[in-house]
């Protein structure tokens, strides 16, 4: 299943990419202007 998740790069949205992962989604897109947050830094960016 492939998921959009909006403020991805924040607190709430980074943990959220991360359980979508880990369980096994086949594509997390992010959508965030990068304003409020350097959590991106923790996301990883390797998966497809
Ligand atoms: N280390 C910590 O404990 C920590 C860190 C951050 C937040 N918090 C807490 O988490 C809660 C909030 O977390 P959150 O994830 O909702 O907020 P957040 O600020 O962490 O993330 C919001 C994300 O939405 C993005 N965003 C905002 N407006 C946007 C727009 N118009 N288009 C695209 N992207 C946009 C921002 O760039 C940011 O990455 C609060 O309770 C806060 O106190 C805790």
Do not use: K, W, Y
């Not at 096994?24 to 830094?41: H, K, M, S, Y």
Request: with cysteine.
């Amino acid at each position: 299943m492939r998921f959009l998740v909006t403020g991805g790069a924040g607190f709430i949205g980074s943990a959220v990419c991360r359980q979508l992962l880990m369980n096994g989604a086949e594509r997390v897109v992010v959508v965030d202007n990068l304003t409020l947050t350097p959590a991106i830094f923790t996301v990883g960016h390797n998966q497809q």
